[in-house]
């Protein structure tokens, strides 16, 4: 990519990855992986056997405290396993954006009616737009992801103005 790539606008966006910008992007696209269809889809998997075996230790034990007791065991359980997962996914994605954005790092992106270009600490890459299937922004980040997996790509969303995000959404349809 050069400076006289075309984007939207005209130019490519650059900006350098500060720790204070990767620190938020970590939160960002942690909160945005954590309220996705499949972590949404794991929970509901979670309570899906858990309500019924509570119901069958309530059909069957006769002692209140014990119900008690169990019931008590079952949310523990669940606020310890939504801690693991929240600090789980957290440090996948810190470790995952150090790796790609590293601080000190000049990143480049430019949006043109083709593709997405961008270039960073792992080179360049020139994307089609049938690549993606959606864009969403929360913050700092902005997370496209692919098509026919689970993979994403993360930009700072400071590199993506609202006429950026227009073109995205109009060519992800």
Known sequence: MTDDDASTDGTAR??????????????????????????????????????PVLLVVAATVGDTDLLLLYLG?????????VVVQVLVTRRSVRRALVVAL???TDVRVAVTGEELQQRGALGSSQTAWSAFRDVRVRGAAAVLRLRGSSAF?????????????AVIRARLG
């Open 73 to 81: 065991l079952v949310l523990v359980t669940v606020a310890v396993l």
């Open 14 to 51: 650059s900006l350098t990855m500060t720790d204070e910008l990767l620190r938020a992007m970590t939160r960002d696209v942690t909160a945005l992986l954590l309220r996705s269809r499949q972590a949404l889809g794991l929970w509901a998997g979670f309570f899906a056997v858990v309500v």
């Open 102 to 104: 590293p601080q000190g």
């Open 153 to 165: 790509v993360v930009l700072p969303s400071a590199l993506l103005t609202d006429a950026d995000l």
